[in-house]
């Protein structure tokens, strides 16, 4: 038995790592075990050290959101005010707010009320508390922000000023030219190593951050990111890999921004901000990314090394990416036009236009490699 299962184990080992999926024809593993320039080729146990890196970014995190980010939401005048107050405890209602609904209807509160002898306002009086305790104070939410936001403007001026001095973003074709025998660079190796150990400490931080309604979307876009980020690092596809992370983290802290200035309760801005964000999503993915990355990596790769397995997974998980940027976009503009609509506020002798800028706007969204955590609790209109 245990023979079988060792020989079951060696044959899906090494269906996983056969080089006929993972590289072109002609090309092996052992093609990667020179030292080549630099750092040398992409390794699968070069992901290994993310871990403590990833660990490091945690600890990291919690020093900056102690030590910076708190003082400077007392500073704008966010209160600490603490946890929600208990609500009476009763396990008939706790039960139906854990099990069945948070949210009763007529019928199931008059039946709570005859079962409880309790008054119906009181039921939903105790509802409406219970959920405000499962909701994150304004404090931590606004200190969660200002980190993803310092990280992703910090790592996306880290990926300008490095694609800036290398010759794949002035012309694409140089992604494919000598692939998959293209060694890594220091900052090439430093800025994927600094993406995946982020995104691995978002899954960390998953199960100790208080948990919220989009728990497990968020858990699945954070394990759908590594994963892309590692296939791409393994076989080498790290240039053109580069261009998707960086084309991706350009609206990423714009939409951090808004989030932090409607905390802070600057409407004006958190609106002005979101028209930014809404303008930059747009046109990096339904513009910059098709023509440019998935021109790359359709027509000129086919052009240049031709297709082999993963090479059809790699694009095909790209058009899926193309698929939802389409429907994030149609969202994202369907929701600030409707927003626009009813944001005119008429008050005599003028008309107020308002940006009533989304209440839980993003809350379901999901954005994929690399993208950010994007969960807006509440842009709403004030």
């Given at each position: 038995m245990a023979t079988a299962a060792a020989g079951a184990l060696g044959l899906l080992w090494g269906w996983l790592w056969s080089e006929r999926f993972w590289m072109p024809h002609n090309v092996s593993w052992a093609d990667f075990e020179g030292p080549g320039d630099g750092y040398g080729y992409p390794q699968a146990r070069h992901i290994l050290s993310v871990f403590p890196l990833a660990a490091?970014?945690?600890?990291?995190?919690?020093?900056?959101?102690?030590?910076?980010?708190?003082?400077?939401?007392?500073?704008?005048?966010?209160?600490?005010?603490?946890?929600?107050?208990?609500?009476?405890p009763n396990a008939i209602l706790e039960k139906v707010f854990?099990?069945?609904?948070?949210?009763?209807?007529?019928?199931?509160?008059?039946?709570?009320?005859?079962?409880?002898?309790?008054?119906?306002?009181?039921?939903?009086?105790?509802?409406?508390?219970r959920r405000n305790q499962d909701k994150p104070p304004t404090l931590t939410k606004f200190c969660e922000s200002m980190w993803r936001f310092t990280f992703y403007l910090c790592i996306f001026c880290y990926g300008v000023r490095f694609l800036w001095s290398s010759p794949w973003f002035w012309d694409t074709r140089q992604c494919w030219h000598s692939y998959p025998r293209q060694p890594l660079t220091s900052g090439l190796y430093y800025y994927y190593?600094?993406?995946?150990?982020?995104?691995?400490?978002?899954?960390?931080?998953?199960?100790?951050?208080?948990?919220?309604?989009?728990?497990?979307?968020?858990?699945?876009?954070?394990?759908?990111?590594?994963?892309?980020?590692?296939?791409?690092?393994?076989?080498?596809?790290?240039?053109?890999?580069?261009?998707?992370?960086?084309?991706?983290?350009?609206?990423?802290?714009?939409?951090?921004?808004?989030?932090?200035?409607?905390?802070?309760?600057?409407?004006?801005?958190?609106?002005?901000?979101?028209?930014?964000?809404?303008?930059?999503?747009?046109?990096?993915?339904?513009?910059?990314?098709?023509?440019?990355?998935?021109?790359t990596t359709l027509f000129e790769s086919w052009e240049m090394i031709g297709p082999y397995p993963s090479w059809w997974l790699f694009n095909g998980l790209l058009l899926i990416l193309q698929v939802l940027h389409v429907i994030w976009s149609y969202l994202i503009a369907r929701i600030a036009f409707k927003a626009l609509i009813r944001g005119k506020v008429t008050y005599p002798?003028?008309?107020?236009?308002?940006?009533?800028?989304?209440?839980?706007?993003?809350?379901?969204?999901?954005?994929?490699?690399?993208?950010?955590?994007?969960?807006?609790?509440?842009?709403?209109?004030?």
């Amino acid at each position: 038995m245990a023979t079988a299962a060792a020989g079951a184990l060696g044959l899906l080992w090494g269906w996983l790592w056969s080089e006929r999926f993972w590289m072109p024809h002609n090309v092996s593993w052992a093609d990667f075990e020179g030292p080549g320039d630099g750092y040398g080729y992409p390794q699968a146990r070069h992901i290994l050290s993310v871990f403590p890196l990833a660990a490091g970014v945690f600890s990291v995190r919690l020093l900056f959101e102690r030590f910076i980010a708190k003082p400077c939401a007392l500073h704008v005048g966010i209160q600490d005010s603490g946890p929600y107050p208990s609500q009476q405890p009763n396990a008939i209602l706790e039960k139906v707010f854990m099990s069945i609904t948070k949210y009763p209807d007529e019928k199931r509160l008059e039946g709570l009320s005859k079962q409880l002898d309790w008054d119906v306002r009181k039921i939903q009086c105790w509802f409406r508390h219970r959920r405000n305790q499962d909701k994150p104070p304004t404090l931590t939410k606004f200190c969660e922000s200002m980190w993803r936001f310092t990280f992703y403007l910090c790592i996306f001026c880290y990926g300008v000023r490095f694609l800036w001095s290398s010759p794949w973003f002035w012309d694409t074709r140089q992604c494919w030219h000598s692939y998959p025998r293209q060694p890594l660079t220091s900052g090439l190796y430093y800025y994927y190593v600094m993406e995946l150990a982020f995104y691995w400490s978002l899954m960390f931080s998953q199960f100790t951050d208080i948990k919220r309604k989009d728990f497990l979307i968020m858990f699945v876009h954070h394990l759908a990111t590594i994963g892309l980020i590692t296939f791409s690092y393994i076989n080498n596809m790290v240039r053109v890999g580069t261009l998707v992370m960086c084309l991706h983290d350009a609206s990423d802290f714009l939409l951090e921004a808004a989030k932090l200035a409607n905390y802070a309760k600057y409407q004006r801005l958190c609106d002005t901000l979101f028209v930014i964000f809404s303008a930059v999503f747009m046109v990096t993915r339904l513009g910059i990314y098709p023509f440019w990355i998935l021109n790359t990596t359709l027509f000129e790769s086919w052009e240049m090394i031709g297709p082999y397995p993963s090479w059809w997974l790699f694009n095909g998980l790209l058009l899926i990416l193309q698929v939802l940027h389409v429907i994030w976009s149609y969202l994202i503009a369907r929701i600030a036009f409707k927003a626009l609509i009813r944001g005119k506020v008429t008050y005599p002798g003028r008309i107020r236009p308002r940006l009533c800028t989304l209440h839980s706007f993003l809350t379901s969204f999901l954005f994929s490699m690399p993208g950010g955590s994007w969960t807006v609790s509440s842009l709403a209109c004030i």
